[in-house]
């Protein structure tokens, strides 16, 4: 039997979330807004964990690319929003470096989890920002990985901006609601 194609396919809602909240931004609050609003769309519908990413154009604000967590439903353990956000961005920009046509930023809902905080520096985004903490993520039985206490200077040390805590509670309180809605905590081996 071939192996299948690896193809993981955003939710058919995202193009309608676009179309109504707009894809370009001027402050980093309405971008992260944006990364937010997935987030608790994903949920509302659905279709993935309570987490969103978005890639922006720093200097324009425009969206080069949304990513929304959809581990469960497309069955890849790695599909994390950051990392949906990036390999679509590639794939839109027609280059693995997303720094290579000016500067982008990634947005995250909740800060990186070990994986997606090593995509970041091989991306080559610009900027990463987060809202919720790691710690607001545990706290509701997600498992971020074995993480570097000193993350952020990790990055900051290879020209990378860290932003952390920007609209926090709006991110806090998806995940919250998510937990409390009795969502499926997906860490690997938690649900044989
Ligand atoms: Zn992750």
Redesign the pocket.
Known sequence: MPFPVIAVELPDWIEDYVEQHGRSFATRHQRMAFAIGLAAENIARGTGGP?GAAIFERDTGNLVAPGVNLVVPSAVAVA????IAIALAGRVRGTFDLGADGPTELYASTE?????FGSVPWSGVSTLVCAARDEDARAVGFDEGPKLDDWRSALQSRGIEVVCDVQRDAAKSVLDRYAEGGGLIYNAGANR
Do not use: G, L, Q, W
């Not at 994390?80 to 990392?83: D, P, S, W």
């Not at 990186?112 to 997606?116: I, L, Y």
């Open positions: 987490f994390h929003a950051e990392i990186p989890c070990a994986m997606c």
